[in-house]
Structures are given as C-alpha cells and as structure tokens.
C-alpha cells in the first residue's frame, strides 16, 4: 500500500481521478485511487481531497506534492499506519 510512516504522521501516494460520481477510495496493489467529484480547476480537487482526508483521518492533513498533478502525496499528522489503513478501508 503507498501509506509510509515518519515518526510525526503519514504520507499517502494517492492517484486521482476526477469528475467522478461519487467520492470514493480504492485500493490497488501499488497504489490508492481517489475518485474526485470535483473538475481538476482552481485546485478543487486538492480541496476536497484534504477535506475528505481529514475528515476519515479525525487527523489534520494537508498536500506536500502534486498539486497540478494526478499524482499526489498527502502528509496526515499525529495518525498511526494501522489506524488509518483501517479507517480508510471502512470507507470504500
């Protein structure tokens, strides 16, 4: 999975796609897929994106990479890997 751990929280290598139904995660075997409901426009994908986070995480989550790209890494703070894996995997 693309959830590393640094000794202050987690970084998520997650793929985006947007324009999407539904907000929604997937697990893939190298990567996390986030289906965005938002259009890649005036950084409304990384919006949602850090709110969702955030909001599945109970943890304070911001972008450190990728912001006009699909590739992105999200740094969650003060979380562990095995609480937001399953906090994550309740979602998809």
Do not use: C, W
Not at 40 to 61: C, D, M, Q, W
């Amino acid at each position: 999975m693309s959830i590393n751990e640094t000794k202050d929280g987690l970084i998520f290598k997650i793929f985006i796609k947007p324009n999407s139904p539904q907000f929604k995660i997937k697990f893939e075997p190298e990567e996390i897929v986030v289906y965005s409901t938002e259009e890649p426009t005036k950084g409304r994908v990384n919006k949602e994106i850090v709110k969702e986070f955030s909001k599945l995480l109970h943890a304070k989550v911001k972008l450190v990479s990728g912001a006009t790209s699909r590739e992105k890494r999200l740094f969650a703070q003060g979380i562990h890997k095995r609480q937001a894996e399953e906090l994550l995997k309740g979602r998809t």
